[in-house]
C-alpha cells in the first residue's frame, strides 16, 4: 500500500479530531460526531432545555445536508478536491463569526470532508468520526492472514491514531493561538491540493 494513502488518511482523520476537539470545548458540541450530538440531543430534551435541544439538532441536520449536497456534487464527478477547498475556507472563516453559527459552519465543512474522500486504498472510511471505523477494524482482525483486511488494518488503524492525534493538536491549539480552528484549516489546504494531485 502507497505510503500516499496513509498520509491521506492521517491528514483527513487529523482534520476531523482538531476541529471536533475545539469544537467541543469552545462550543460545547461535536461538530463531526453527530453520535455524541444525538447523545446530547436527548440530554437537553431529558432535562427539558429546549434552546440547547435546538441547537443540536440544528447541528445535525446540518451536517446531514452538507453530506447530501457534497455527495450529489461527487456524483455529478466534481473533484473531491473542490469540497475539500470549501472545507478549509469554511474552517478558517468560523473564526470570525458568533459562537453558534460558528459551530454550525464547521459541522457543514466536515460533512462535506466525510463526503467528499469516502474510500482510501479501497478502504471505506469516515474521517470525521471514528466509530465506524473502529468496528471496521475490529471486523478486520479475524481476516489478518488476508492482504486485503491487512490493507483495510493499516488504514483504519491510522485513522484512529491520526483523529486522536488530531484532537491533542486542536486541544492545543484552543490554548496557544486566537484562531485555533485555522489549523485544521491549513490541513485541509494541503489535503485539498494532495487530493487534487492525485487525480
Given at each position: 500500500?502507497?505510503?500516499?494513502?496513509?498520509?491521506?488518511?492521517?491528514?483527513?482523520?487529523g482534520?476531523?479530531?482538531?476541529?471536533?476537539?475545539?469544537?467541543?470545548?469552545?462550543?460545547?458540541?461535536?461538530?463531526?460526531?453527530?453520535t455524541?450530538?444525538?447523545?446530547?440531543?436527548?440530554?437537553?430534551?431529558?432535562?427539558?432545555?429546549?434552546?440547547?435541544?435546538?441547537?443540536?439538532?440544528?447541528?445535525?441536520?446540518?451536517?446531514?445536508?452538507?453530506?447530501?449536497?457534497?455527495?450529489?456534487?461527487?456524483?455529478?464527478?466534481?473533484?473531491?478536491?473542490?469540497?475539500?477547498?470549501?472545507?478549509?475556507?469554511?474552517?478558517?472563516?468560523?473564526?470570525?463569526?458568533?459562537?453558534?453559527?460558528?459551530?454550525?459552519?464547521?459541522?457543514?465543512?466536515?460533512?462535506?470532508?466525510?463526503?467528499?474522500?469516502?474510500?482510501?486504498?479501497?478502504?471505506?472510511?469516515?474521517?470525521?468520526?471514528?466509530?465506524?471505523?473502529?468496528?471496521?477494524l475490529?471486523?478486520?482482525?479475524?481476516?489478518?492472514?488476508?492482504?486485503?483486511?491487512?490493507?483495510?488494518?493499516?488504514?483504519?488503524?491510522?485513522?484512529?491514531?491520526?483523529?486522536?492525534?488530531?484532537?491533542?493538536?486542536?486541544?492545543?491549539?484552543?490554548?496557544?493561538?486566537?484562531?485555533?480552528?485555522?489549523?485544521?484549516?491549513?490541513?485541509?489546504?494541503?489535503?485539498?491540493?494532495?487530493?487534487?494531485?492525485?487525480r
Amino acid at each position: 500500500m502507497p505510503a500516499r494513502d496513509i498520509g491521506r488518511t492521517a491528514l483527513l482523520c487529523g482534520i476531523g479530531g482538531a476541529a471536533d476537539a475545539i469544537a467541543y470545548l469552545r462550543y460545547d458540541t461535536f461538530v463531526g460526531a453527530m453520535t455524541g450530538n444525538t447523545v446530547l440531543l436527548g440530554i437537553d430534551l431529558a432535562q427539558w432545555r429546549p434552546d440547547r435541544a435546538g441547537f443540536h439538532l440544528g447541528i445535525i441536520a446540518i451536517f446531514f445536508a452538507a453530506v447530501i449536497i457534497t455527495r450529489s456534487a461527487v456524483k455529478r464527478e466534481v473533484s473531491a478536491a473542490v469540497p475539500l477547498v470549501v472545507t478549509a475556507l469554511m474552517l478558517a472563516a468560523c473564526g470570525f463569526i458568533a459562537d453558534r453559527w460558528s459551530a454550525a459552519v464547521v459541522a457543514a465543512a466536515l460533512g462535506m470532508q466525510n463526503a467528499a474522500v469516502r474510500t482510501i486504498a479501497g478502504v471505506p472510511l469516515n474521517t470525521v468520526f471514528i466509530t465506524g471505523n473502529l468496528v471496521q477494524l475490529g471486523a478486520s482482525l479475524p481476516h489478518a492472514s488476508d492482504p486485503e483486511h491487512r490493507t483495510a488494518m493499516i488504514v483504519l488503524t491510522a485513522s484512529w491514531i491520526a483523529y486522536a492525534s488530531g484532537a491533542l493538536i486542536g486541544a492545543l491549539a484552543l490554548h496557544l493561538f486566537d484562531y485555533p480552528m485555522l489549523v485544521p484549516a491549513g490541513l485541509a489546504l494541503i489535503a485539498a491540493i494532495a487530493e487534487a494531485w492525485t487525480r
